[in-house]
């Protein structure tokens, strides 16, 4: 992972790209974590790194769904909001019996997934905002694909922060001399970053 994101050629490229970097940074954060260090909450927030790697995932799972059946709307989920809502709370926590090396990959599997869509979604097709939540807003019908992949990276940058500051206060590590270490580092086959052919 470098400290900067490459240059990029165009809007779709520039979307992937900035994807695919911020997606990135979560190996870096975990880099030489055992999963009772990914699962520890040290800083003031509950959060943990396993945690958020785990609703990162779930996060691009959900939009990427949205994505995906555009224009339409996704199937109905037909479990209760409040069964929805515990998944949603559960998503943000690293349970007992996961691993780091488990929420990694299906970590890997959902960026490959995203990134394919970046590179063949219409960007400008539209997305019907739900109406089954009350955190999206009443008075807009659609997003298009495009917001949906720029709200993704948004997501990813944010929670990767958060990230950032649970790292440190685990053992003091920061960004820059965790990046250097996982470059030196040979990552797992799963761990193979999705390129378009």
Do not use: C
């Not at 974590?33 to 996060?59: C, F, N, W």
């Not at 069964?83 to 959902?110: C, D, H, V």
Request: no cysteine.
């Amino acid at each position: 992972m470098p400290a900067l994101a490459p240059p990029v050629t165009g809007e779709r490229n520039a979307l992937r790209e900035f994807l695919a970097y911020h997606q990135s940074a979560y190996f870096a954060v975990s880099y030489g974590l055992t999963d009772e260090q990914a699962r520890s909450a040290p800083s003031a927030s509950a959060l943990s790194i396993g945690g958020l790697i785990k609703h990162v995932t779930g996060m691009q799972r959900t939009w990427m769904t949205r994505v995906a059946a555009a224009p339409d709307a996704p199937p109905t989920d037909p479990r209760s909001f409040e069964e929805r809502s515990a998944q949603y709370a559960n998503e943000f926590t690293m349970l007992p019996g996961e691993t780091l090396g488990g929420l990694l990959e299906a970590f890997t599997a959902q960026n490959a997934q995203t990134l394919r869509l970046a590179d063949t979604a219409d960007l400008a097709a539209a997305v019907p905002v739900p109406r089954d939540a009350p955190w999206f807003p009443s008075d807009v019908e659609a997003w298009s694909v495009r917001w949906v992949f720029l709200h993704v990276i948004n997501e990813l940058a944010r929670h990767a922060g958060h990230a950032d500051i649970v790292r440190e206060s685990i053992d003091g590590a920061t960004m820059y001399e965790l990046i250097a270490g996982q470059e030196k580092w040979e990552p797992e086959p799963w761990l193979t970053p999705w390129q378009p052919e």
